[in-house]
């Protein structure tokens, strides 16, 4: 088993000029593109070459965005961006200028919603439609889906309840419903669930469910047997998690990461062996790292430090031969990433 922390190369700049934490999303080919806010609200954007180099930055014409946007591959292997204006609008729209992909050539943004206060997340329900969600401006949380796997129109936005703080954490469980998990006003954690698969108007009711208080908002994954873990900061500042059980219904008893974090835990499982790895600031601002003892296990290794100097938080991210490698943002706005041997 490779030890977390010990079998990773050296931070590698990309440059830039952001002002908030970056999102990366895989093309088709697994080559990854990286997106984030730069200066007076452009949304920029770094892409994979061919030959495993990076493109210079590009500006998305017309977009202003306030936050963290959110990118996600649908089925028809095109990949769509969304982003909060500084006016809380939701804007959706197409990266443009990436031949080789029948229909990526871009497309004109579009406004999908109103009143929206937070950064937005998306997710595939399990008919491969794109719903994307987000705190609105009352702290409910909006949600906002396609009508149809021709991605070409939008349903109008709808509220599935709650009292937000943060950003909302939607994740697509084993059994094909969407799961929501959300920080609220009392920094509990609380859940809401599609009733049925694919609906877009039928959610039970938020519900708190963990039993440490949050500092951090949610961050979701799944392990290798589809069970949902969830993590956070606790109010002592340590990483807690919770996994689903075997029935994928009812909760483990609540985990602990050792080691201290200045913000949220981030999972990401590895498509080579499985395990869950986890990724957070630490209290010296470096990039922190543990991973899953064994697959699917409520075991983990200790936190322990890689290096860097982080801004934000660290976005995981895998490469097309499933090497995974994290981009953070630096205190000088640049993007970095470090990647495992």
């Known amino acids: 088993m490779t030890t977390p922390g010990t079998d990773w190369g050296a931070f590698q700049s990309l440059g830039g000029t952001l002002v908030d934490d970056p999102a990366v999303v895989a093309r088709p080919d697994g080559r990854l593109i990286v997106l984030a806010e730069g200066r007076n609200h452009t949304l920029l ?20 965005i306030s936050g963290v946007p959110a990118a996600i591959l649908g089925r028809d292997r095109l990949i769509r961006v969304f982003w ?41 329900n399990a008919d491969g439609r794109i719903s994307v969600f987000c705190r609105g401006t009352d702290h409910t949380v909006r949600s906002v889906s396609h009508t149809s796997v021709a991605y070409a129109v939008w349903a109008p ?20 419903r969407v799961a929501v998990f959300v920080r609220g006003g009392d920094d509990e954690l ?16 938020f519900e708190r469910f963990a039993g440490t208080p949050a500092l951090s908002d949610p961050k979701a994954a799944l392990d290798a047997d589809g069970r949902i873990r969830i993590f956070w900061q606790g109010r002592d500042g340590a990483g807690r998690f919770l996994g689903r059980q075997g029935d994928y219904a ?13 913000g949220a835990p981030y999972p990401f499982r590895s498509p080579l062996d499985g395990r869950l790895r986890i990724f957070a600031t630490g209290p010296d601002r470096a990039l922190w790292v543990a991973g899953q003892k064994t697959v699917n296990s409520d075991q983990f290794t200790d936190l322990a430090p890689l290096n860097g100097t982080l801004a934000g938080a660290p976005v995981p991210a895998c490469h097309r031969d499933g090497r ?18």
Request: aromatic letters at 6%; hydrophobic letters at 40%; glycine letters at 14%.
């Open 250 to 262: 009812a909760w483990n008893p609540e985990g602990l990461l050792k080691g201290g974090l200045a």
């Open 324 to 341: 995974i490698s994290v981009f953070v943002r630096g205190t000088d706005g640049v993007l970095r990433y470090v990647t495992q041997h």
């Open 190 to 205: 609380w859940i809401s669930e599609q009733r049925i698969p694919d609906t877009t108007s039928d959610w039970i009711p």
């Open 45 to 64: 954007s770094i892409r994979q070459n061919r030959d495993l180099s990076w493109s210079p930055w590009t500006e998305l014409p017309g977009a202003r």
């Open 84 to 124: 909060r204006t500084p006016g809380d609008e939701l804007f959706a729209g197409r990266i443009p200028g990436m031949p080789g992909i029948p229909g990526e050539s871009g497309a004109p943004a579009v406004k999908v919603a109103g009143g929206i206060a937070g950064d937005p997340a998306a997710v595939l």
């Open 157 to 176: 936005a709808a509220t599935i309840g709650g009292a937000a703080e943060g950003v909302p954490c939607p994740v697509l469980a084993a059994d094909g």
